[in-house]
């Protein structure tokens, strides 16, 4: 029902009660007006230039099932497609300026897999043109080789790369001389830049996304006192979510207490819970295809033990810090620099690294327990395209924040198991706090503000879920 019931909706559907969003999506206009500002691009490059955009690939699992299928970011912004095997042609100087290619119409297909959009649905989705495949392949073909510069969009399909190269870059020796005035441009730079500056209708989708996340971890931390294992408590975040209309997680929901808290991408959410542990949950859901990416660490017990809280103000004070310097014209760095300035200090002030606070910090010593950078661009995908350099070749982290902007600010510290020079009451504590920020003219807004922090609101919150046990 997806397809045909949805791609054609107008506008975000606003029928759904407020705090349900199944099949919510963008209008048809923001991809129009994607397709514009990229077309815009192609004029500047001169006559003769084409885009050419893949979908992403379907994945297989095992036998004959496949991975659900969830369509590329970058296909998806240009065209709002969800179907596998499309290819979008952009062409600035045709009077058919998007044309589309899909699958076929297939009644028996169809019966198993559901309705596909066909010509007539490529039309409604807002090409100018629509072909299906097989016959599509030789309009695609020509459209190449007849293009003085192809652009190519394709992240992940490897055999369609390879196929677009050769069509421009015809293997061997050639002396057909217009083989030498083609060129092939890959246009990925161009829409992770479009992509990084978010639209008023993609920051709405976005907060959608950190709205349904925060119900599904206030479901984890009220299911935790009840649960006997991680997976239990993951289980309430990804029901929960998936019971206010995410289709999908934005990534694997990463859920583990104790020892497994230290693990970033801790993938296996199995372990029976220790119950003097910390829990440390890093997860989004995704709606309309933006993802949250959120993280809270509580206790297991619903108090925390004196190091874990001792820990968890340090992470909270560095959060607070790298959160306050998001701001236009303030570096993308700053906050990671901020933070890791007051972890060092903190682990000094703690006991954990010893000796005199500036040659601790200069020693770099506290990045065996701070592990990763604290920020990455969020939308389409919880890694979200565009560069962190202020121009090409300049030093990571040094691009200026503009209103627009969606990032994360999630500081962690990790104690793990086998620290043995570090005071055993601190092993196997894990704390990160995550939150995703938007940068607006005046300085930002958290858009996940509304899941506590405060450890005295995180504990109450995991003791409701006691309460309910009784
Ligand atoms: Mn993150």
Same mark, same amino acid.
């Not at 949805?6 to 009660?17: D, E, G, K, S, V």
């Not at 209309?245 to 934005?250: D, M, P, Q």
């Not at 310097?325 to 993308?332: A, E, L, N, S, Y």
């Given at each position: 029902m997806r397809l045909a019931a949805?791609?054609?909706?107008?506008?975000?559907?606003?029928?759904?009660?407020?705090t349900s969003h199944h099949g919510v999506r963008l209008p048809g206009s923001f991809f129009a007006g994607n397709r514009a500002r990229l077309l815009a691009e192609l004029r500047k490059l001169g006559p003769g230039t084409v885009a050419v955009v893949k979908s992403m690939p379907e994945q297989a699992r095992n036998g004959d099932s496949t991975h659900l299928y969830r369509q590329d970011s970058d296909f998806y912004y240009l065209t709002g497609v969800e179907e596998q095997e499309a290819v979008a042609i952009l062409d600035?100087?045709?009077?058919?300026?998007y044309r589309l290619l899909v699958r076929a119409r297939n009644a028996s297909r169809e019966a198993y897999d559901g309705p596909r959009l066909g010509t007539e649905g490529a039309l409604k989705a807002g090409a100018d043109h629509a072909e299906s495949f097989p016959g599509a392949e030789q309009s695609l073909k020509s459209a190449v080789q007849r293009a003085r510069r192809v652009m190519l969009i394709c992240n992940f399909d490897d055999d369609f790369r390879r196929k677009v190269i050769d069509w421009v870059l015809p293997q061997g020796?050639?002396?057909?001389?217009a083989t030498y005035q083609r060129t092939l441009l890959d246009g990925r730079n161009l829409i992770g830049e479009m992509r990084l500056i978010k639209q008023p209708v993609e920051v709405e989708m976005l907060q959608r996304a950190v709205d349904v996340s925060i119900a599904g971890h206030l479901a984890a931390m009220r299911a935790t006192a009840r649960a006997v294992n991680e997976g239990e408590v993951a289980g309430a975040f990804e029901g929960t979510t998936r019971g206010l209309?995410?289709?999908?997680?934005?990534y694997d929901t990463i859920a583990g207490a104790?020892?497994?808290?230290?693990?970033?991408?801790?993938?296996?959410?199995d372990q029976v819970l220790e119950k003097g542990a910390v829990f440390l949950m890093d997860a989004g859901a995704e709606v309309g295809y933006y993802t949250a990416d959120i993280t809270r660490t509580w206790p297991v017990s619903g108090s925390f033990s004196k190091e874990q809280r001792a820990l968890y103000d340090l992470v909270l004070k560095a959060q607070d810090a790298a959160i306050a310097?998001?701001? &236009? #014209?303030? *570096?993308?760095h700053e906050g990671y620099d901020l933070a890791m300035r007051i972890l060092s200090d903190g682990l000094v002030d703690l006991g954990i690294l010893k000796g005199d606070k500036a040659e601790v910090y200069k020693g770099g010593t506290w990045s065996r327990f701070t592990l990763h950078g604290i920020s990455h661009w969020l939308g389409?995908?919880?890694?979200?395209?565009?560069?962190?350099?202020?121009? &090409? #070749?300049? *030093?990571?982290?040094q691009r200026l924040l503009e209103p627009g902007m969606v990032l994360t600010v999630e500081p962690g510290l990790y104690i793990p198991k086998?620290?043995?020079?570090?005071?055993?009451?601190?092993?196997?504590i894990g704390v990160r706090l995550e939150d995703d920020i938007l940068i607006t003219p005046e300085g930002h807004r958290n858009?996940?503000?509304?899941?506590?922090?405060?450890p005295e609101a995180v504990e109450a919150i995991v003791k409701e879920g006691l309460r309910a046990k009784k």
């Open positions: 949805l791609l054609f909706a107008p506008a975000i559907l606003m029928a759904q009660p407020s600035a100087d045709s009077d058919q300026p020796s050639d002396n057909n001389h209309g995410a289709r999908f997680l934005g104790g020892r497994n808290s230290c693990i970033l991408h801790y993938p296996f959410n310097v998001c701001r &236009p #014209g303030r *570096k993308h389409l995908d919880v890694h979200d395209t565009g560069s962190y350099h202020r121009e &090409p #070749g300049a *030093k990571g982290g086998d620290a043995k020079e570090v005071d055993a009451k601190w092993l196997g858009l996940s503000e509304k899941l506590p922090r405060k």
